[in-house]
Protein backbone atom coordinates (compact mmCIF):
# COMPACT_ATOMS: atom_id res chain seq x y z
CA UNK A 1 0.00 0.00 0.00
CA UNK A 2 1.33 3.02 -0.45
CA UNK A 3 2.28 4.71 2.71
CA UNK A 4 1.44 8.47 2.14
CA UNK A 5 -2.08 7.89 1.52
CA UNK A 6 -1.94 5.29 4.82
CA UNK A 7 -0.48 8.01 7.06
CA UNK A 8 -2.77 10.82 4.60
CA UNK A 9 -6.20 8.34 5.87
CA UNK A 10 -4.96 7.61 9.51
CA UNK A 11 -5.33 11.43 9.91
CA UNK A 12 -8.74 11.39 8.29
CA UNK A 13 -9.88 8.81 10.81
CA UNK A 14 -8.58 10.19 13.46
CA UNK A 15 -10.90 13.48 12.57
CA UNK A 16 -13.43 10.57 11.57
CA UNK A 17 -16.47 12.49 13.88
CA UNK A 18 -16.29 15.24 11.55
CA UNK A 19 -17.34 12.68 8.48
CA UNK A 20 -20.34 11.79 10.67
CA UNK A 21 -21.49 9.15 12.73
CA UNK A 22 -20.21 6.04 12.45
CA UNK A 23 -20.11 2.51 14.27
CA UNK A 24 -17.03 0.82 14.61
CA UNK A 25 -17.13 -2.64 14.39
CA UNK A 26 -13.89 -4.52 15.60
CA UNK A 27 -12.89 -7.81 13.68
CA UNK A 28 -14.28 -11.22 14.53
CA UNK A 29 -11.10 -12.55 16.15
CA UNK A 30 -12.60 -16.46 16.01
CA UNK A 31 -11.79 -16.57 12.18
CA UNK A 32 -8.28 -16.19 12.06
CA UNK A 33 -6.60 -19.09 10.46
CA UNK A 34 -3.38 -20.17 12.09
CA UNK A 35 -0.68 -19.73 10.03
CA UNK A 36 1.80 -22.74 8.59
CA UNK A 37 5.70 -22.87 8.81
CA UNK A 38 5.46 -22.87 4.74
CA UNK A 39 2.86 -19.67 4.65
CA UNK A 40 5.83 -18.21 7.20
CA UNK A 41 8.36 -18.40 5.24
CA UNK A 42 6.35 -17.12 2.07
CA UNK A 43 7.64 -13.64 4.44
CA UNK A 44 10.98 -14.19 3.53
CA UNK A 45 10.35 -15.12 -0.04
CA UNK A 46 7.96 -12.21 -1.04
CA UNK A 47 10.10 -9.24 0.04
CA UNK A 48 9.54 -5.20 -0.07
CA UNK A 49 12.20 -3.49 -2.24
CA UNK A 50 11.87 0.60 -1.43
CA UNK A 51 13.02 3.01 -4.56
CA UNK A 52 15.09 5.93 -3.68
CA UNK A 53 11.91 8.23 -2.71
CA UNK A 54 10.64 5.86 -0.87
CA UNK A 55 7.86 4.04 -2.59
CA UNK A 56 7.88 0.38 -3.06
CA UNK A 57 8.73 -1.55 -5.94
CA UNK A 58 7.91 -4.66 -6.91
CA UNK A 59 4.91 -6.76 -8.83
CA UNK A 60 2.00 -4.12 -7.45
CA UNK A 61 -1.26 -3.53 -8.91
CA UNK A 62 -4.37 -1.55 -8.52
CA UNK A 63 -6.74 -3.09 -5.56
CA UNK A 64 -9.03 -5.15 -7.66
CA UNK A 65 -12.77 -5.10 -5.47
CA UNK A 66 -15.44 -7.08 -5.97
CA UNK A 67 -18.41 -5.51 -4.36
CA UNK A 68 -21.88 -7.31 -3.56
CA UNK A 69 -25.23 -5.01 -3.11
CA UNK A 70 -27.87 -7.59 -3.57
CA UNK A 71 -28.90 -6.77 0.54
CA UNK A 72 -30.38 -3.31 -0.30
CA UNK A 73 -32.78 -4.71 -3.05
CA UNK A 74 -35.03 -4.67 -0.10
CA UNK A 75 -35.02 -1.02 -0.08
CA UNK A 76 -35.97 -0.57 -3.58
CA UNK A 77 -40.10 -0.58 -2.71
CA UNK A 78 -39.59 1.22 0.07
CA UNK A 79 -37.38 4.19 -1.08
CA UNK A 80 -36.22 3.83 -5.08
CA UNK A 81 -34.43 6.84 -5.27
CA UNK A 82 -32.41 5.78 -2.29
CA UNK A 83 -31.60 2.30 -3.94
CA UNK A 84 -30.57 3.94 -6.87
CA UNK A 85 -28.69 6.81 -5.14
CA UNK A 86 -26.80 3.83 -3.04
CA UNK A 87 -26.03 1.50 -6.52
CA UNK A 88 -25.35 3.99 -8.59
CA UNK A 89 -23.06 6.77 -7.19
CA UNK A 90 -21.91 6.64 -3.42
CA UNK A 91 -20.85 2.98 -3.49
CA UNK A 92 -19.54 3.10 -6.95
CA UNK A 93 -17.93 6.43 -5.86
CA UNK A 94 -16.23 4.86 -3.01
CA UNK A 95 -15.34 1.64 -4.78
CA UNK A 96 -13.50 3.51 -7.39
CA UNK A 97 -11.47 5.93 -5.07
CA UNK A 98 -10.11 3.01 -2.74
CA UNK A 99 -8.72 0.79 -6.30
CA UNK A 100 -7.66 4.21 -7.55
CA UNK A 101 -5.69 4.70 -3.93
CA UNK A 102 -4.18 1.58 -3.38
CA UNK A 103 -1.82 -0.79 -5.24
CA UNK A 104 -1.31 -4.47 -3.38
CA UNK A 105 1.26 -7.24 -4.45
CA UNK A 106 -0.37 -10.56 -4.93
CA UNK A 107 -2.56 -12.07 -7.72
CA UNK A 108 -4.91 -14.19 -5.97
CA UNK A 109 -8.65 -15.93 -6.85
CA UNK A 110 -10.36 -14.87 -3.76
CA UNK A 111 -13.36 -15.86 -2.52
CA UNK A 112 -15.69 -16.04 1.23
CA UNK A 113 -15.20 -19.07 3.22
CA UNK A 114 -17.50 -18.19 6.11
CA UNK A 115 -21.08 -18.85 6.33
CA UNK A 116 -21.77 -15.37 7.87
CA UNK A 117 -20.12 -11.75 8.35
CA UNK A 118 -21.35 -10.20 11.37
CA UNK A 119 -24.22 -12.40 11.37
CA UNK A 120 -25.25 -11.78 7.59
CA UNK A 121 -25.74 -15.08 5.89
CA UNK A 122 -22.88 -14.87 2.60
CA UNK A 123 -24.85 -14.97 -1.23
CA UNK A 124 -23.93 -18.20 -2.40
CA UNK A 125 -22.07 -16.50 -5.31
CA UNK A 126 -19.48 -15.16 -3.30
CA UNK A 127 -18.20 -18.38 -2.04
CA UNK A 128 -17.24 -18.91 -5.27
CA UNK A 129 -13.43 -18.40 -6.95
CA UNK A 130 -13.41 -14.72 -7.79
CA UNK A 131 -10.58 -12.22 -9.16
CA UNK A 132 -10.35 -10.18 -6.52
CA UNK A 133 -8.44 -8.59 -3.77
CA UNK A 134 -10.86 -7.44 -1.98
CA UNK A 135 -14.69 -8.51 -1.20
CA UNK A 136 -16.80 -5.76 0.27
CA UNK A 137 -20.32 -6.82 1.17
CA UNK A 138 -22.82 -3.88 1.35
CA UNK A 139 -25.63 -4.08 3.15
CA UNK A 140 -28.19 -2.20 4.86
CA UNK A 141 -29.53 -3.56 8.51
CA UNK A 142 -30.99 -0.67 10.16
CA UNK A 143 -33.93 1.10 11.65
CA UNK A 144 -35.19 4.97 11.81
CA UNK A 145 -34.39 4.33 15.54
CA UNK A 146 -30.61 3.31 15.22
CA UNK A 147 -28.31 6.41 15.58
CA UNK A 148 -25.67 5.36 12.99
CA UNK A 149 -25.09 6.51 9.38
CA UNK A 150 -22.65 3.49 8.78
CA UNK A 151 -20.52 0.35 10.12
CA UNK A 152 -18.07 -1.79 8.89
CA UNK A 153 -15.06 -4.45 9.59
CA UNK A 154 -13.42 -7.30 8.13
CA UNK A 155 -14.45 -10.65 8.32
CA UNK A 156 -11.25 -12.37 7.02
CA UNK A 157 -7.47 -12.56 6.29
CA UNK A 158 -5.47 -13.56 3.48
CA UNK A 159 -4.00 -17.05 4.61
CA UNK A 160 -0.19 -15.74 3.97
CA UNK A 161 -0.58 -12.09 3.65
CA UNK A 162 -2.85 -11.57 6.83
CA UNK A 163 -4.16 -8.67 4.61
CA UNK A 164 -7.91 -8.23 5.04
CA UNK A 165 -9.93 -9.58 2.20
CA UNK A 166 -13.21 -10.13 3.07
CA UNK A 167 -15.42 -7.28 5.07
CA UNK A 168 -18.98 -6.10 5.47
CA UNK A 169 -20.17 -2.42 4.90
CA UNK A 170 -23.64 -1.64 6.24
CA UNK A 171 -24.97 1.59 5.72
CA UNK A 172 -28.18 3.13 7.45
CA UNK A 173 -30.43 4.36 4.65
CA UNK A 174 -32.78 6.91 7.08
CA UNK A 175 -29.39 8.84 7.39
CA UNK A 176 -28.68 9.30 3.98
CA UNK A 177 -29.74 11.84 1.82
CA UNK A 178 -29.64 11.93 -2.07
CA UNK A 179 -29.27 15.73 -1.81
CA UNK A 180 -26.12 16.85 -3.62
CA UNK A 181 -24.71 18.78 -1.42
CA UNK A 182 -24.65 16.21 1.39
CA UNK A 183 -22.86 13.85 -0.75
CA UNK A 184 -19.26 14.59 0.52
CA UNK A 185 -19.72 14.07 3.75
CA UNK A 186 -21.86 10.66 3.31
CA UNK A 187 -19.05 9.51 0.80
CA UNK A 188 -16.11 10.67 3.75
CA UNK A 189 -18.56 8.61 5.90
CA UNK A 190 -18.89 5.54 3.93
CA UNK A 191 -15.07 5.64 3.33
CA UNK A 192 -14.03 5.89 6.55
CA UNK A 193 -15.65 2.65 7.40
CA UNK A 194 -14.05 1.19 4.32
CA UNK A 195 -10.63 2.07 6.05
CA UNK A 196 -11.74 -0.02 9.07
CA UNK A 197 -12.38 -3.42 6.84
CA UNK A 198 -8.75 -2.81 5.39
CA UNK A 199 -7.10 -2.57 8.79
CA UNK A 200 -7.91 0.32 11.33
CA UNK A 201 -9.27 -1.80 14.07
CA UNK A 202 -7.22 -2.24 17.14
CA UNK A 203 -8.24 -5.88 16.98
CA UNK A 204 -5.67 -5.54 13.34
CA UNK A 205 -2.66 -4.01 14.69
CA UNK A 206 -1.24 -6.93 15.28
CA UNK A 207 -0.94 -8.17 12.01
CA UNK A 208 0.73 -5.16 10.72
CA UNK A 209 4.06 -6.04 8.70
CA UNK A 210 7.17 -4.46 9.11
CA UNK A 211 8.00 -3.60 5.91
CA UNK A 212 11.89 -4.03 6.48
CA UNK A 213 11.39 -7.60 7.75
CA UNK A 214 8.17 -9.00 5.80
CA UNK A 215 7.37 -10.20 10.00
CA UNK A 216 4.12 -9.09 12.31
CA UNK A 217 5.24 -6.28 14.03
CA UNK A 218 5.28 -6.69 18.14
CA UNK A 219 2.12 -5.20 18.91
CA UNK A 220 3.67 -1.68 21.05
CA UNK A 221 5.57 -1.43 17.66
CA UNK A 222 2.24 -0.80 15.93
CA UNK A 223 0.26 0.94 18.40
CA UNK A 224 -0.13 2.13 22.08
CA UNK A 225 -2.33 2.78 24.72
CA UNK A 226 -2.01 5.69 27.11
CA UNK A 227 -3.35 5.42 30.40
CA UNK A 228 -4.42 9.52 30.68
CA UNK A 229 -4.25 12.11 28.36
CA UNK A 230 -7.43 13.40 25.59
CA UNK A 231 -5.97 11.19 22.99
CA UNK A 232 -5.13 7.41 24.83
CA UNK A 233 -4.53 5.61 21.19
CA UNK A 234 -1.31 6.23 19.43
CA UNK A 235 0.10 4.97 16.21
CA UNK A 236 3.46 4.75 16.73
CA UNK A 237 4.64 3.18 13.60
CA UNK A 238 7.82 5.22 11.75
CA UNK A 239 5.95 6.53 9.01
CA UNK A 240 3.72 7.50 11.12
CA UNK A 241 5.57 9.08 13.56
CA UNK A 242 7.65 11.25 11.18
CA UNK A 243 4.67 12.67 9.11
CA UNK A 244 2.95 13.40 11.89
CA UNK A 245 5.91 15.32 13.44
CA UNK A 246 5.97 16.88 10.22
CA UNK A 247 2.63 17.80 9.73
CA UNK A 248 1.93 19.35 12.94
CA UNK A 249 5.26 20.54 13.31
CA UNK A 250 5.60 18.90 16.58
CA UNK A 251 9.10 16.96 17.18
CA UNK A 252 7.65 15.86 20.42
CA UNK A 253 4.91 13.83 18.92
CA UNK A 254 5.02 10.14 20.02
CA UNK A 255 2.97 8.88 17.57
CA UNK A 256 -0.61 9.67 15.45
CA UNK A 257 -3.72 9.81 17.76
CA UNK A 258 -6.87 8.53 16.06
CA UNK A 259 -10.69 8.60 16.97
CA UNK A 260 -11.62 6.31 19.41
CA UNK A 261 -15.33 7.15 20.01
CA UNK A 262 -17.59 5.91 17.44
Sequence with gaps: MRM?????????????????????????????VPRTPEQIEMDRLVPIHMGEHGQAIGNFHPL?????TSDLEHIKKENP??????????????????????????????KVNVDKCFNQPIPANLKKDIKA?????????????????????????????LRPTVGRINMNPYH??????????????LLHEVYHVLGFAKSLY???????TMKRRVLTETFIENANGKFPLIIV?????EFSKKHFNCRTMRGMPVENEG
Excluded at 86 to 98: D, E, G, S, W
Excluded at 136 to 161: M, Q, R, Y
Excluded at 206 to 212: C, D, G, L, R, T
Design 237 to 241: TPKVV
Design 176 to 189: LSTEPKKFFDQFGT
Design 4 to 32: RILVVFTILLALGSALGSSKHMEFEKHLF
Design 133 to 161: DLILIFTAEATKEDSFVAWAGACELHITT
Design 206 to 212: QFFINPV
Design 64 to 68: VIHYD
Design 81 to 110: NMFTFMNTKLIPAVVKHMSDTFNVREVQLN
